[in-house]
């Protein structure tokens, strides 16, 4: 793994998604994550971005949790920070200014499918595809050996916090506001909480301030 590109939505290039699929091929760290991708996609029957081969994979020790994959995850079928949205620009700035490596994170998604036709409009999951979704967080809890911190970020994943507790008493979990500039641009405070929260998850690695 590399440190990955130095600015946001590097993936707006073609040549560059062509390049990081390539990768995933040789990236044993996903192995495991991609055959419970495959999983997610036989039962529910629906596309399940990739993780980002330059990310941690099942050696990370931070676990990001988002909501669900967008409709632009289309243009790269991946869920990263180098996705051409805004939503993943913001990402990539918040994690940059905690000093948090890419490898030591995991970024997936509370409901790891995409939940929108082809065409449609961003919506929020409902509670059915939320609760469907609950299935899949042991076993993706349980190929990460080496997790010692989960940030939840946005309300669908913080549903999850109580399975996070039931799976894992001791595990850290941070909740932060959702990265969308749709909630990041509403208040100065929201960018302040997510800096803080991914500042005090960069604290439980161990990482300097």
Request: one cysteine or more; charged letters at 20%.
């Amino acid at each position: 793994m590399s440190g990955g590109p130095a600015a946001p939505k590097s993936l707006a290039d073609p040549g560059a998604v062509a390049a990081r699929h390539a990768l995933v091929e040789a990236s044993p760290h996903l192995a495991a994550l991609r055959r419970l991708a495959e999983r997610i996609r036989a039962e529910q029957d629906r596309p399940v971005p990739e993780a980002d081969p330059l990310d941690g994979g099942v050696g990370a020790r931070l676990l990001l949790l988002l909501e669900t994959p967008g409709p632009a995850t289309g243009r790269t079928a991946f869920v990263s920070r180098d996705n051409p949205t805004g939503t993943a620009a913001n990402l990539f700035r918040f994690l940059s200014q905690a000093g948090i490596p890419r490898a030591d994170t995991l970024i997936w998604n509370a409901v790891p499918w995409v939940i929108h036709a082809p065409g449609a409009r961003n919506r929020a999951p409902r509670t059915g595809e939320i609760r469907a979704a609950r299935a899949y967080l042991p076993p993706l809890l349980a190929l990460m050996p080496d997790l010692a911190v989960v940030v939840l970020s946005g309300r669908v994943s913080q549903t999850l916090a109580s399975d996070l507790a039931a799976a894992h008493p001791d595990l850290p979990v941070v909740a932060i506001p959702h990265p969308s500039p749709t909630y990041v641009c509403t208040s100065p405070l929201v960018s302040q909480r997510i800096a803080a929260g991914l500042a005090e998850a960069a604290r439980r690695l161990g990482l300097p301030g």
